[in-house]
T-cell receptor, first 116, second 116 residues
């Protein structure tokens, strides 16, 4: 079956521009996560969505980062006024809401962002 | 706060040799532990997970891991490595979020090279 998809696969932008990264979770998965993978910080949790509940934004590094999830499915991560330190691979993951805390997260291929 | 340590940044093994990748975690409660693998340009793929019960866990691709509470370890093993196992391996501990999500905290990864 189809896995988590992300677009674009690569994005090059200029410092100060805004970017939007998209994630399509696995059909039926109500939980959605964003992570960031960078050379300096490794893999970091950014934000978590569960159904229609308010998202857990505890991992967002600054107020330039925001995310939304429309209709409980597709999610967009927006970075405003990008900085060079935002350069990283942004990974999206989704999971079923069943299994309680034992949820397995399935990851997409990521969006590689380069800020010049 | 939870944390994960993977003390080996790089490991090189010969094809057919056995493999052990080390992982130590710090977490106050019963940990949910995971091993993921990432091939170049790919997303993260789950190899195996531990929640409770039998401390020896079997995963995909012939991998297994053993949870040792007394040592706070969750080492990954494979009896005979194949060239296709060359990749980066991440150990992670799951932290339950308010709302039921499972935030993963990752180690810094171990890059595995397989010599033919």
């Amino acid at each position: 079956g189809a896995g988590v998809s992300q677009s674009p696969s690569n994005k090059v932008t200029e410092k100060g521009k805004d970017v939007e990264l998209r994630c399509d979770p696995i059909s039926g998965h109500t939980a959605l996560y964003w992570y960031r993978q960078s050379l300096g910080q490794g893999l970091e949790f950014l934000i978590y969505f569960q159904g229609n509940s308010a998202p857990d934004k505890s991992g967002l590094p600054s107020d330039r980062f925001s995310a939304e999830r429309t209709g409980g499915s597709v999610s967009t991560l927006t970075i405003q006024r990008t900085q060079q330190e935002d350069s990283a691979v942004y990974l999206c993951a989704s999971s079923l809401s069943l299994e309680g805390p034992r949820r397995t997260q399935y990851f997409g291929p990521g969006t590689r962002l380069l800020v010049l | 706060a939870q944390s994960v340590t993977q003390p080996d940044i790089h490991i090189t093994v010969s094809e057919g040799a056995s493999l052990e990748l080390r992982c130590n975690y710090s977490y106050g409660a019963t940990p949910y532990l995971f091993w993921y693998v990432q091939s170049p340009g790919q997303g993260l793929q789950l190899l195996l997970k531990y929640f409770s019960g039998d401390t020896l866990v079997q995963g995909i691709k012939g991998f297994e891991a053993e949870f040792k509470r007394s040592q706070s370890s969750f080492n990954l093993r494979k009896p005979s490595v194949h060239w296709s196992d060359a990749a980066e391996y991440f150990c992670a501990v799951g932290f339950i979020l308010t709302g039921g999500g499972n935030k993963l905290t990752f180690g810094t990864g171990t890059q595995l090279k397989v010599e033919l």
